[in-house]
């Protein structure tokens, strides 16, 4: 009994020592920025942006094989977090970020747009008008390609007292 | 009573004597009043009228939702004309959910009943009877009244402050709320005494106002509990952490609130409030504002209904003489600038201010020269020159680092400054912008918490179907094997 568990624990330590070793002396070398650019992108691997996974984007993001607009379910928030990681300037990075908008004159309930929406922030049924629940948008865009009668937009979230805040004053001696 | 003393700190001019001695006029309402449901911290109220409807004064217009939040009631009696967005009493001039009260002229109450004795309640149930009156901070603070005695209460504090300093510049309208009515006031606090359960109340007044001194000194005469104390005039006694250390010498841990030292501070506007709804069954609908300013023909004190747009407030105070250089809502050293006359005084507003070239002293900034003038006035013992240096290079960490969220925008450091920065615009844009971090770090994680659910889902419904066709086959492979099975016995 005595020499069964003493055999087992002694052959448990030892490969764990080697396999301890093995991750000190047999570690692959990857770009620390893969791992951080891996933590800003949405992780559910859905390959939209046509690498395999968020691990393989993030990847060719570092390597600057891909643009930092590759991730269509991140949107402009996504686009503006890893411009700002990389260090490279966006032009449609200023300004408020972009909402989807649906012209309620102008839908006509096709339900094409909700089952594109990667945040389910589309709501309607079939030959109902649809809508957008604005907090959940991340302005992605998806749906507006689909739109047959133009009536979906991207439009600049409005302003409202909770996230207006006071501008940074303008200086005539620059600062 | 022993004093203490704050740090730092500034003797703006007062200019309080355009209105000081001007007795309070009771404003008739106008013909169009403008309510805004949101004039408290929190959520915004939710209506309970509909457009069309028409309501007596004093009647329930909006129901406070959530625990953070305030009823709103009709100023006068007349017909709900429409509920829809309306320019808010705000520098950025963006629209509040409001609703329009037509007024009829009649000015007619809804039937009252008065408390036999509040008293006899329980000190919860006058917190509830606070709430229902759709009472909140009336020093500028907005927060519900009812929320703030009872997490006061459950915090046991020893003391209630009642804040009479009134240390902004032009604001007379406390000064003459205490000369005049300092009977309502001193009932006001023995209910507010009675909710918290607290021992003691100090009525704090700035040593300016001889005459509120003496009349709130005699309403209080003889009571154990409740007693005047005068403050030195130095901006911002006024402010709830500096009156709290002028009178206990206590600092408010920084991040923590003023209970923590064991004092709750309330206005005395406030006090006035708790009295009319308990003993009146007056909800909050009028409050005593300023109108004061070099532009103003005749500076007064108006008991004015809440929703009445500044043009009204400034034409019943004669109208406006020459060109308003700034105008302001509150007083010249924290109020807001308003983009427009057309908005509505709410419970918040003290006064409205309507400034010329020569008293807003329109000034062009020049380039800090470090001279320290800002962290000797600063009451919270911070360096403005540091955090506005951060914040001008949008460095918000450094800016946090040195502060910036003990910092009450009271504007000493501005008042101060030979180089005229805008320093506290300057914290302004740095705690906005930093918000504005918070909130889409926050949308970016439920944008993650979405897209899971969303795949999840997918991937359930890709489960149903495959479970649901070879249920389907097993199905017809049974009926295959019965059929075959009858087919034999046959």
């Given at each position: 009994m005595i020499a069964a568990v003493l055999s087992l624990t002694i052959l448990g330590v030892f490969c764990g020592w080697l396999l301890g070793l093995a991750a000190r002396y047999l570690r692959v070398e990857t770009n620390p920025l893969n791992e951080e650019l891996q933590q800003l992108l949405p992780g559910v691997n859905c390959g939209q942006c046509g690498f395999p996974g968020c691990a393989g984007?993030?990847?060719?993001?570092?390597?600057?094989?891909?643009?930092?607009?590759?991730?269509?379910?991140?949107?402009?928030?996504?686009?503006?977090?890893?411009?700002?990681?990389?260090?490279?300037?966006?032009?449609?990075?200023?300004?408020?970020?972009?909402?989807?908008?649906?012209?309620?004159?102008?839908?006509?309930?096709?339900?094409?747009?909700?089952?594109?929406?990667?945040?389910?922030?589309?709501?309607?049924?079939?030959?109902?008008?649809?809508?957008?629940?604005?907090?959940?948008?991340?302005?992605?865009?998806?749906?507006?390609?689909?739109?047959?009668?133009?009536?979906?937009?991207?439009?600049?979230?409005?302003?409202?007292?909770?996230?207006?805040?006071?501008?940074?004053?303008?200086l005539s001696f620059g600062g | 009573?022993?004093?203490?003393?704050?740090?730092?700190?500034?003797?703006?001019?007062?200019?309080?004597?355009?209105?000081?001695?001007?007795?309070?006029?009771?404003?008739?309402?106008?013909?169009?009043?403008?309510?805004?449901?949101?004039?408290?911290?929190?959520?915004?109220?939710?209506?309970?009228?509909?457009?069309?409807?028409?309501?007596?004064?004093?009647?329930?217009?909006?129901?406070?939702?959530?625990?953070?939040?305030?009823?709103?009631?009709?100023?006068?009696?007349?017909?709900?004309?429409?509920?829809?967005?309306?320019?808010?009493?705000?520098?950025?001039?963006?629209?509040?959910?409001?609703?329009?009260l037509d007024s009829d002229g009649e000015d007619r109450w809804l039937d009252r009943e008065p408390l036999p004795d509040p008293f006899a309640l329980v000190p919860e149930q006058i917190a509830v009877h606070i709430a229902e009156a759709g009472i909140v901070g009336m020093g500028g603070a907005n927060f519900p009244a009812a929320l703030k005695l009872n997490k006061a209460r459950q915090a046991k504090v020893h003391t209630l402050a009642?804040?009479?300093?009134?240390?902004?510049?032009?604001?007379?309208?406390?000064?003459?709320?205490?000369?005049?009515?300092?009977?309502?006031?001193?009932?006001?606090?023995?209910?507010?005494?009675?909710?918290?359960?607290?021992?003691?109340?100090?009525?704090?007044?700035?040593?300016?106002?001889?005459?509120?001194?003496?009349?709130?000194?005699?309403?209080?005469h003889g009571d154990p509990q409740i007693r005047v104390v005068v403050v030195p005039s130095r901006y911002p006694a006024g402010s709830a952490k500096q009156l709290i250390q002028l009178l206990t010498g206590l600092e408010t841990p920084a991040g923590g609130r003023g209970t923590d030292t064991g004092v709750l501070v309330h206005n005395v506007g406030t006090a006035y409030a708790v009295h009319r709804a308990l003993r009146q069954a007056h909800p909050l609908i009028s409050r005593i504002v300023t109108i004061s300013g070099g532009a103003v023909a005749e500076p007064q004190n108006l008991e004015a209904p809440i929703g009445a747009l500044v043009e009204d407030l400034l034409g019943f105070c004669g109208g406006v003489n020459g060109e308003i250089a700034k105008l302001l809502m509150g007083g010249p050293m924290m109020g807001q600038p308003l983009p427009s006359r057309q908005t509505p005084m709410?419970?918040?507003?003290?006064?409205?201010?309507?400034?010329?070239?020569?008293?807003?002293?329109?000034?062009?900034?020049?380039?800090?020269?470090?001279?320290?003038?800002?962290?000797?006035?600063?009451?919270?013992?911070?360096?403005?020159?540091?955090?506005?240096?951060?914040?001008?290079?949008?460095?918000?960490?450094?800016?946090?680092?040195f502060g910036l969220?003990?910092?009450?925008?009271?504007?000493?450091?501005?008042?101060?400054?030979?180089?005229?920065?805008?320093?506290?615009?300057?914290?302004?844009?740095?705690?906005?912008?930093?918000?504005?971090?918070?909130?889409?770090?926050?949308?970016?994680?439920?944008?993650?918490?979405?897209?899971?659910?969303?795949?999840?889902?997918?991937?359930?419904?890709e489960q149903a179907k495959v479970e649901a066709a070879a249920k389907r086959l097993a199905e017809k492979q049974r009926a295959k094997a019965a059929k075959a099975g009858v087919g034999v016995a046959a």
């Open positions: 984007a993030a990847e060719a993001l570092a390597s600057g094989k891909a643009p930092v607009t590759l991730c269509p379910p991140g949107g402009q928030p996504l686009v503006q977090a890893l411009a700002a990681k990389l260090g490279v300037t966006v032009d449609a990075a200023s300004g408020p970020p972009l909402l989807a908008h649906i012209n309620e004159a102008t839908c006509i309930g096709c339900a094409h747009c909700s089952p594109r929406c990667p945040t389910d922030a589309i709501i309607g049924a079939s030959k109902q008008i649809h809508g957008v629940i604005q907090d959940a948008c991340i302005g992605c865009g998806l749906c507006v390609e689909v739109c047959p009668t133009e009536c979906l937009q991207l439009r600049p979230a409005t302003l409202t007292l909770k996230t207006w805040y006071w501008p940074k004053p303008a | 009573m022993k004093l203490f003393d704050f740090w730092g700190g500034v003797h703006p001019a007062g200019h309080k004597h355009l209105s000081a001695d001007q007795p309070i006029r009771i404003m008739p309402p106008p013909a169009r009043l403008q309510i805004p449901l949101q004039q408290h911290t929190g959520l915004p109220a939710l209506p309970v009228v509909k457009v069309g409807e028409s309501v007596c004064k004093g009647q329930l217009l909006a129901r406070g939702q959530g625990a953070v939040s305030a009823s709103v009631h009709a100023p006068t009696s007349g017909t709900i004309s429409a509920i829809g967005d309306f320019t808010a009493p705000h520098v950025s001039g963006l629209p509040l959910p409001t609703i329009t009642v804040n009479g300093a009134e240390c902004e510049p032009y604001m007379t309208c406390d000064d003459r709320l205490m000369r005049e009515r300092a009977a309502g006031i001193v009932d006001g606090v023995r209910l507010m005494l009675y909710a918290l359960q607290a021992p003691q109340a100090v009525i704090a007044i700035e040593d300016n106002k001889p005459d509120a001194i003496i009349s709130m000194t005699a309403a209080c709410v419970k918040g507003t003290n006064g409205v201010l309507a400034l010329t070239a020569a008293e807003a002293q329109l000034t062009t900034p020049s380039p800090c020269i470090r001279c320290g003038r800002c962290v000797d006035a600063c009451p919270m013992g911070l360096m403005p020159l540091e955090m506005s240096k951060r914040a001008r290079h949008d460095d918000l960490d450094g800016a946090l680092a969220i003990d910092c009450i925008s009271c504007g000493s450091c501005a008042y101060a400054c030979p180089s005229h920065i805008p320093l506290v615009q300057y914290f302004e844009y740095a705690r906005g912008a930093l918000e504005a971090q918070e909130r889409a770090e926050q949308k970016s994680k439920e944008t993650r918490r979405l897209l899971e659910q969303r795949q999840a889902r997918l991937a359930r419904a």
